[in-house]
């Protein structure tokens, strides 16, 4: 058993090690850690840079320069010291999804429902793979609003897919519920599998094989060679409100273990071999949305509702740290050197000590300290009374739209030589050092 332990332990630390730049969570097991060390003290804005709408991706790294996407519908690459743009790739809509970058291309998604390859230097597009096209998860009496007869598109269902690169395939989930499989020089199909709902959330590759959760409330274990299925878990169910249900997170796979997040208020430890249930963390009923991250015998994540920032022990699931982090958490996060990054859909970027769990500091975009309409209360929680007034007519989408109003993170920040870089809502890519 102290074999087994130390062997794993290993794992976690060189796991822990991996260059974490070049994809969504860093690298294809998703593992959540980056290659430099976050400042201790509070950073100051080195450059912003503007686009036309809010930025849900999350920036990765090629060449010096850091690439990510849209929602105003462009992909972006900006010089990294300077905050210049380097050059702009139009899709035919908006871009809530992280690019990946492999062998000189970067591959993004839109909900144009296309997969667009680009030239990394320069942007110019290599080739498009159409999906059966995007959508968001949608139910009837969705979140309990009303008509409850009505099919309601979930405003909370706000990133795209992410690809993963791998085997000289790219890996990518889709709203028309299928995983795809396409040749990562030609943009041809190898294979698609198909799931009951929409497939929002990234795989992550390990050993050959792809593990992606879906919103029809299964996560799921792909052999990447054929698309054949490996194994399924089932996730919770919530046929009354279709709240409580869903694979919204993306996974990270350590040391033989799959950690995944659900809307079913859990973190799931499953063996990455059998699917078998290692244990799961209950947040009570809070979401957990945020991709884990893992390092050092440890799982990091945050949930929503309930807005903590949970420290466990991988083997066990036994909590270690629980943090209060003031709002929602949407963005997963990272570990940078003995810094774990937090943002907040509050506005702020929180820096929490790895091993206590205590806050560092805070960073706040303008929109958050400005709080127009009183969104935030004096402490940095959401107004949820004032916001959600009702589950009735266009009241709880203008609600959503308000509180994102604020500057919301949902972007996942990259670290590169001590300087953090992180997308806002208000459509603006920070760097801060």
């Known amino acids: 058993m102290k074999r087994h332990c130390g062997l794993v332990l290993f794992l976690w630390v060189l796991a822990a090690a991996t260059p ?41 790294w090629a060449d010096d320069a850091v690439i990510f ?10 010089d990294a010291a300077t905050g210049r743009q380097r050059w702009m790739h139009r899709t035919g809509g908006p871009v809530p999804a992280t690019p990946a970058v492999s ?44 008509p409850r007869t009505q099919t309601i598109a979930d405003p909370f269902d706000v990133f795209l897919s992410s690809p993963v690169v791998a085997e000289g395939r ?4 889709s709203g028309d519920g ?41 996560f799921y274990a792909v052999d990447a060679a ?18 409580q249900v869903g694979f919204q997170s993306s996974a990270a796979v350590v040391g033989g273990t799959v950690f995944v997040g659900g809307r079913d208020a859990r973190l799931h430890a499953l063996d990455a071999r059998t699917g078998s249930v290692r244990w799961q963390f209950a947040t009570g009923s809070s979401w957990v949305v945020a991709s884990p991250a893992v390092t050092g015998g440890r799982v990091i994540f945050a949930t929503s509702d309930s807005s903590r920032l949970h420290v466990v022990d991988a083997l066990s699931g036994r909590g270690l740290i629980d943090e209060d982090v003031s709002a929602f958490v949407f963005a997963s996060p990272v570990v940078a050197g003995d810094v774990v990054l937090v943002g907040v859909l509050n506005g702020m970027l929180q820096a ?10 805070t960073w706040r975009t303008e929109a958050s300290r400005t709080n127009a309409g009183w969104v935030l209360t004096r402490d940095g929680r959401f107004n ?18 308000r509180q994102f109003s604020i500057g919301s993170i949902f972007s996942t920040p990259l670290v590169v030589g001590g300087v953090i870089y992180v997308g806002s809502a208000d459509g603006r890519m920070y760097a801060l050092r």
């Not at 790219?170 to 989930?173: D, E, S």
């Open 20 to 60: 974490a730049q070049t994809m969504f969570r860093g690298d294809a097991v998703h593992s959540g850690v980056a290659s430099s060390a976050a400042p201790r003290q509070e950073p100051r804005v080195m450059w912003q840079f503007p686009t036309g709408d809010r930025i849900v991706s999350s920036p990765v």
């Open 69 to 78: 996407g849209s929602d105003d519908g462009n992909v972006y690459a900006v």
């Open 103 to 146: 062998d000189g291309r970067v591959f993004i998604l839109s909900y144009d429902g296309r997969l667009h390859a680009l030239d990394a230097h320069s942007g110019t597009l290599l080739w498009k793979f159409a999906s059966a096209g995007e959508r968001r998860f949608e139910a009837r009496g969705l979140h309990g609003l009303q």
């Open 170 to 173: 790219v890996f990518f989930g």
């Open 178 to 218: 299928h995983l795809y499989a396409v040749d990562a020089a030609s943009g041809d199909l190898h294979w698609k599998f198909g799931s009951g709902d929409v497939m929002h959330a990234s795989p992550a590759h390990a050993d050959g094989v792809l593990y992606v959760g879906s919103w029809d409330g299964r």
């Open 226 to 243: 054929t698309g054949r299925e490996v194994w399924r878990h089932q996730g919770g169910t919530d046929e009354l409100l279709h709240n």
């Open 352 to 361: 929490r000590d790895l091993n206590t769990g205590s806050l560092l500091w």
């Open 384 to 401: 949820l009374p004032l916001l959600y007034g009702s589950t009735w007519r266009e009241t709880p989408l203008l609600a959503t739209a």
